[in-house]
Nanobody, 124 residues
């Protein structure tokens, strides 16, 4: 089953904001740890942020701490990534993924589903 990711609108300008959303039709998000990851051009997938199944714990990679916020709407079964104070170096493909359990794993190899990805481009 494919996770669908919809961008809130890109490209974005430096200092601007975007909200990524991931609507999942095939399973209940709140039963799993879920994360966002990004892939820069020519690079491997890197973990960005995650939220545990209960929604009580969120985690962020250092480059995005204080700028990005992960959240989840259980009623809509949708995962979000609010991206503020965007920088050109945030330009990448962004994916949402499902962990194999209720926890957040920063190892992207431990996720059994990844969305199709959405391009975020930050330029002036």
């Amino acid at each position: 089953q494919v996770l669908r990711v919809e961008s809130g609108g890109c490209p974005a300008q430096p200092g601007g904001s975007l909200r990524l959303s991931c609507a999942v039709p095939g399973f209940t998000l709140s039963r799993y740890g879920t994360s966002w990851a990004c892939q820069f051009a020519g690079k491997r997938l890197e973990w960005v942020s995650g939220i545990n199944s209960g929604g009580s714990d969120t985690y962020y990679a250092d480059p995005v701490k204080g700028r990005f916020t992960i959240s989840r709407d259980n009623a809509k079964n949708t995962l979000y990534l609010q991206m503020n104070s965007l920088k050109p170096e945030d330009t990448a493909l962004y994916y949402c993924g499902r962990s194999q359990g209720s926890w957040v794993n920063i190892d992207v190899g431990e996720y059994d589903y990844w969305g199709q990805g959405t391009q975020v481009t930050v330029s002036s």
